[in-house]
């Protein structure tokens, strides 16, 4: 368990990587994230703070797996015990669904993660609504149109 620089409890000690839940800046609350390209960023980061510099660690996971000709992203904080809420476009019918998880931090709604099947534009405007702590408010009722630009909620 660490804290948003990966100190441990312990002085002087650190932990990275798939082994670490840490603090998460964005989504407030503590985070597990075990895949190769989250613990690299970590360490980037951990390396910065164990060598002077205080650096915290602000990223949202992404990870991607395709297979059987299909693609699945997992965006963020994906586990529906910690969302308030979750929003699926799309349908398994169609071969494509994205659900979305909201959350109320400090007042503002927004989006913490997402899992994103078959609708791969769609992952990069997610993470930046995550990153940036868009307040989707406005947009929530509209989530769950396919029709609705996601892009809308970041211009």
């Not at 915290?56 to 809420?85: L, P, Q, R």
């Not at 929530?140 to 909620?153: S, T, W």
């Amino acid at each position: 368990m660490t804290n948003e620089y990966f100190e441990t409890s312990i002085p002087d000690i650190y932990a990275a990587g798939d082994c670490a839940e840490f603090y998460d800046v964005i989504i407030q609350a503590p985070h597990l994230v075990g895949t190769w390209a989250n613990a690299t960023f970590q360490g980037a980061t951990v390396a910065k703070t164990m060598l002077g510099a205080r650096t915290i660690f602000e990223a949202v996971s992404v990870y991607t797996i395709n297979f059987f000709g299909a693609s699945c992203s997992f965006i963020g904080m994906t586990e529906a015990d910690f969302a308030d809420e979750v929003i699926s476009r799309g349908s398994v019918e169609s071969g494509r669904m994205t659900q979305i998880f909201i959350k109320n931090i400090d007042g503002v709604l927004r989006i913490v993660g997402a899992t994103v099947i078959n609708a791969p534009g769609e992952v990069a405007t997610i993470s930046a609504a995550i990153k940036n702590r868009t307040d989707i408010s406005q947009s929530k009722i509209k989530l769950a149109d396919v029709n609705f630009d996601l892009k809308n909620l970041v211009s």
